[in-house]
């Protein structure tokens, strides 16, 4: 889980929380917000950890919306571990940095963004199809919702 930063056309900036599994490379979360703070990372994950599941472990780096009473309570009660990176070593959570760089130039980089509605739909389009379309050959050139879903069912609704 980690945050990226961007802006709507007018310069007004914007951050996204970005929520990756890394066995499965299924993005169950992108969501685009002017401001975060801690009680936002916990809605966003009570939104929907309930329909895929609340993970064993969360990767997360020494942000302060991550190392909060409300994330590390909402942890403690759902029995997920918060596993923290060493302040300024990226690379112990490459994987959500290389996932952001994806994200970044495919999605990001590919379109304006005119009011914050604009984006959240852009970007859940881009997750969508992300999930459900394009083939990873981390995971044998499979869909990530396969390994979710191995019926092939469309994601989880948002």
């Keep these: ?15 996204v ?18 401001s975060y703070r801690a009680e936002d990372v916990v809605r966003a994950l009570e939104h929907v950890c309930p329909k895929i599941g609340y993970p064993k472990t969360i990767r997360v780096d020494q942000g302060s919306e991550f190392v ?5 309570l909402w942890a403690y009660t759902r029995g997920v571990t918060l596993d923290f990176s060493r302040p300024g070593k990226p690379t112990d ?12 130039a495919e999605c ?3 379109h304006w963004f005119l009011t914050l ?15 459900e379309e394009r083939p990873h ?22």
Excluded: C
């Design 1 to 15: 889980m980690d945050f990226v930063h961007d802006q709507l056309a007018t310069g007004k900036k914007i951050r």
């Design 17 to 34: 929380l970005t929520v990756v599994d890394t066995f499965s490379r299924y993005v169950p979360v992108l969501d685009p917000r002017f």
């Design 68 to 72: 909060s009473r409300d994330l590390d």
């Design 93 to 104: 959570n490459a994987y959500i940095e290389a996932f952001n760089g994806r994200f970044r």
């Design 108 to 110: 990001l980089n590919a």
């Design 117 to 131: 509605a604009d984006a959240a739909e852009k970007m859940e389009d881009w997750r969508r199809y992300y999930n």
């Design 137 to 158: 050959g981390a995971i044998g050139h499979k869909v990530p919702i396969s390994l979710l879903n191995p019926d092939g069912a469309a994601s989880p609704p948002s």
